[in-house]
């Protein structure tokens, strides 16, 4: 290696942007989560007063890796802290109503904190609802962070600037993949496999809409692919396996992906 290829490594060395480590930041979303949800951790508290204090610890925890991260310099990080922290009941009642989607959507799910402790699904919902609690309180990168984390755990992609309704059920979920401007409603079930994303990847589209709206009682099957802005699916759908959609569909359609699947015996072959 030669002495211009050190001096570009040090350069780069030199301009990195200041940012805690993404393990700082996960762990301090596990502790929200896993404070919000005992289910998912060892650690009891047995009086309001030592919730209190938790939580407050939190909160100085996440102003600390904001004061500590260049895209955060501009800004109010303490009202952005006080207001993610002070939005975390509305947050918690609606990731409850997923786990109530998941658990009465899944006939091998035996409990709600089945639910909470093992399925992929729900931990990817609930970084997601974090994370997006946080851009919307306008916090750069530390929310992309947190859902790429829930993504590289369970393969599901969610973008924290997606907008998803209460009770949101995913189903097995490996492979999901739900673009930045989508639009979820109500209790829409997405199966594992699907696609909602964009038509373009265009760099001058970034400020557009660019992926779906999915609207109430909405389920889509396995391996579907619903493209583009201005494609709705009308609420009370079934999209079908493998669809590939990229028009809108009306309210109470059935779409389904014609094949043809033929057996030979073995004297065909």
């Not at 001096?7 to 942007?17: H, P």
């Not at 786990?99 to 909470?116: H, K, L, Y």
């Not at 059920?169 to 999901?176: A, L």
Request: proline content about 4%; glycine content about 8%; aromatic content about 10%.
């Amino acid at each position: 290696m030669n002495h211009e290829f050190y001096r570009q490594i040090l350069n780069k060395q030199q301009q990195a942007e200041a940012i805690p480590s993404n393990k700082e930041i996960t762990a301090w979303a596990l502790q929200v989560i896993r404070l919000l949800f005992p289910e998912q951790s060892k650690k009891v508290f047995i009086s309001i007063g030592q919730l209190q204090d938790e939580f407050a610890r939190l909160q100085d925890e996440l102003l600390h890796i904001m004061e500590g991260t260049k895209a955060c310099a501009e800004g109010d990080n303490k009202h952005r802290a006080q207001g993610f922290f002070n939005s975390l009941p509305e947050l918690y009642r609606v990731l409850n109503t997923d786990i109530e989607a998941i658990f009465n959507g899944d006939p091998a799910a035996c409990s709600e904190f089945e639910v909470i402790r093992t399925y992929p699904g729900f931990f990817a919902i609930s970084f997601y609802r974090l994370a997006h609690s946080l851009y919307v309180h306008g916090v750069p990168i530390i929310p992309r962070i947190l859902t790429e984390y829930a993504h590289s755990k369970t393969g599901i992609d969610i973008h924290p600037a997606a907008h998803i309704d209460e009770y949101f059920y995913i189903d097995h979920g490996t492979g999901i993949v739900i673009g930045e401007t989508t639009r979820i409603g109500k209790n829409v079930k997405l199966y594992q496999g699907v696609t909602l994303g964009a038509l373009s990847v265009a760099k001058y589209m970034a400020n557009t809409k660019r992926h779906p709206t999915v609207e109430d009682n909405v389920v889509i099957y396995s391996g579907a692919t619903i493209l583009g802005g201005e494609t709705v699916v009308g609420h009370d759908s079934v999209i079908g396996g493998n669809v590939w959609l990229t028009k809108s569909v009306e309210p109470h359609s059935r779409v389904f992906h014609a094949s043809t699947v033929k057996v030979l015996k073995k004297s065909e072959d």
